[in-house]
């Protein structure tokens, strides 16, 4: 005999009191088993997989992705014998026991279920972002968003001791209501759009630079960001002006053959020593390095030659360099592009939700791709040759002193998301649901929001 109850979220163990559902691992209608993942949710501290403890049918889903919820939360309605039920009332489990006639109820206790989950737990580098220390013990127990707290302590004002955030958190509105913060919501989006750019000079040539809250009379945390092959800084946008508008001090860079980059296209090994250099000018202060795809393993390369202290952590979006294969269709598609037509259908492989692409994009794509050629056939065949990868970073990633994050779309069509797999145990992993090979396009809030952690805990 069937009964149906609230499969609800345990407590994962900290002291997290929202999270965000950012993949189903089961439809509805589906069959279970004790173990199986039946979602993954992410909290600040990790991405977590969640479990259930007993077999039944996932009958109906009560949140969505990318919903924020409370723990102990209903998450589904499932069916399951009425034995468990049973089983669990004697042994105490008021929650598996409360049988739920067509009508979501919450359950009465739950102490049980928490003690008898076990949660499969990814943890980010680091524990979280710990409060400034100016801020007293209550403000230090706060739950803030990253957003809110680099906000906060770039316009130098208090963190509230709750917010209009689920579960009472804080987040960037909360910050910018409070009197004496110097920055509207217009000013703040207008502070976004202040970025500098300039061609920075290196032994091997200038390349171009875009960067937004760099000052050069105080030292401070930098975010670095590089593009993959065929991108240029505007890949970066979404991104750039989410870090921007919180205060973040930004850099991105043309890589060499790219966007506004006068420098010529040149081995994988030239560019990590002329973007070496480059960083070298930009103020003191730790560095973030984050680098896309070909840009990601650029990325890695770098970060193991920089002085040592002079970058914080290494975070790579769907990185070349960790496994075999790729989408040697889409480099040659792009490469061999007679036509408008041709280019948008390769593009089209890059995101699971490509955004609009205007024509005028497309052509300066072309002509960029027509004018740069001979270099970026060059660079091409350095990255791979007949779909096999020619980099392989692995050991890199292992030798870096450095925490290390990785963001992969588990529906990437140019470099398969389960190389992820590959890289270090040490290695924070984002496997994402739904997205492609551009994180950064697809799910700016938590690229940007882990970021901004980054540079917190650099700070």
Not at 28 to 38: M, S, T
Not at 98 to 103: I, Q, R
Not at 309 to 322: C, D, I, N
Not at 412 to 440: C, E, F, S, Y
């Amino acid at each position: 005999m069937l009964e149906t109850i609230a499969f609800c979220l345990p407590r994962l163990g900290g002291s997290e009191l929202d999270g965000r559902v950012i993949a189903w691992k089961k439809s509805e209608g589906e069959d279970f088993r004790a173990g199986d993942v039946l979602l993954e949710v992410e909290t600040d501290k990790a991405i977590v997989e969640v479990p259930v403890s007993y077999d039944g049918v996932l009958k109906k889903r009560l949140v969505q992705i990318d919903q924020m919820i409370q723990f102990d939360q209903p998450l589904a309605m499932v069916d399951v014998e009425a034995s468990i039920t049973q089983k669990s009332m004697a042994d105490g489990d008021q929650t598996a026991a409360k049988t739920l006639s067509g009508v979501s109820a919450q359950t009465a206790s739950r102490s049980h279920e928490r003690d008898s989950t076990v949660v499969t737990v990814m943890p980010e580098n680091g524990e979280g972002v710990a409060a400034d220390q100016s801020h007293d013990t209550l403000i230090a127990r706060t739950r803030v968003s990253p957003a809110a707290r680099s906000f906060a302590k770039a316009s130098g004002v208090r963190i509230p001791t709750s917010g209009s955030g689920v579960g009472g958190r804080v987040v960037l509105r909360d910050i910018e209501r409070i009197p004496g913060a110097p920055h509207t919501e217009h000013q703040r989006i207008a502070a976004a759009s202040m970025a500098q750019e300039r061609m920075v000079s290196t032994a091997l040539g200038e390349i171009f630079m875009r960067s937004v809250n760099i000052s050069e009379s105080r030292p401070s945390t930098t975010i670095v960001l590089l593009h993959g092959i065929f991108g240029n800084v505007d890949t970066w946008a979404g991104i750039f002006g989410r870090l921007g508008s919180a205060g973040q001090a930004v850099a991105a860079f043309d890589l060499p053959a790219h966007g506004q980059s006068p420098l010529p296209g040149m081995s994988i090994a030239n560019m990590v020593t002329a973007l070496k250099e480059a960083i070298s000018r930009l103020p003191p202060g730790p560095k973030v390095l984050v680098g896309h795809s070909l840009g990601g393993a650029i990325v890695a390369l770098l970060a193991l030659q920089m002085p040592k202290g002079s970058v914080s952590s290494v975070v790579l979006l769907a990185p070349a360099g960790l496994g075999t294969e790729i989408n040697q269709g889409f480099i040659d598609g792009l490469l061999n592009s007679g036509s408008e037509v041709v280019v948008r259908r390769e593009l089209a492989k890059l995101a699971n939700q490509l955004p609009a692409i205007s024509e005028e994009f497309l052509s300066n794509l072309m002509s960029k791709i027509r004018s740069g050629e001979k270099d970026l056939r060059l660079m091409a065949k350095e990255l791979c040759q007949d779909g096999v990868q020619q980099i392989d970073i692995r050991r890199v990633l292992e030798d870096l002193p450095v925490p290390v994050t990785v963001f992969w779309g588990r529906q990437d069509q140019i470099i398969p998301w389960r190389h992820a797999l590959n890289a270090p145990a040490k290695t924070a992993l984002h496997l994402i649901a739904g997205v492609g090979h551009m994180p950064q396009w697809e799910c700016q809030g938590l690229v940007g929001d882990r970021l901004l952690q980054a540079a917190l805990i650099s700070s």
